[in-house]
């Protein structure tokens, strides 16, 4: 809905950030997406980990993000030593910590996690 434009993916840019061929990124990029889709409509929660920014959780129609603190850090210019706003954070359930198993954010008992 509404006025917005899709731009297709730029396979070569992409193949050139992680170091690899344009051929292996659009095929890795593709395999991913195809697999999403099926554990998606097969009902399967999923989760997406992110590596410098948290992990995208996706359960049924909902999806929630949870960020790293230090991705925090980075975004707000606050630390999180500071008490009121790690609190603030914690309250919207928007913190997730690194060590953390990320099926013990699901509410299923199954998730499937890319990496």
Do not use: N, W
Not at 24 to 34: D, M, P
Not at 41 to 65: N, P, Q, T, W, Y
Request: hydrophobic share 45%; glycine share 6%; charged share 25%.
């Amino acid at each position: 809905p509404g006025d917005k434009e899709l731009e297709p993916l730029k396979y070569a840019e992409v193949a050139v950030q992680a170091a690899v061929s344009r051929r292996k990124a659009e095929s890795c990029i593709l395999g991913t997406t195809s697999l999403m889709y099926h554990c998606l409509a097969k009902g399967e929660s999923v989760a997406f980990i992110l590596r410098d920014v948290g992990v995208l959780l996706i359960e049924g129609r909902k999806a929630h993000m949870r960020f790293y603190p230090d991705f925090l850090e980075k975004m707000t210019g606050k630390k999180m030593q500071d008490r009121a706003t790690f609190k603030v954070f914690q309250q919207l359930d928007l913190v997730v910590s690194r060590e953390a198993p990320v099926a013990s954010l699901a509410f299923t008992s199954r998730v499937v996690i890319f990496p």
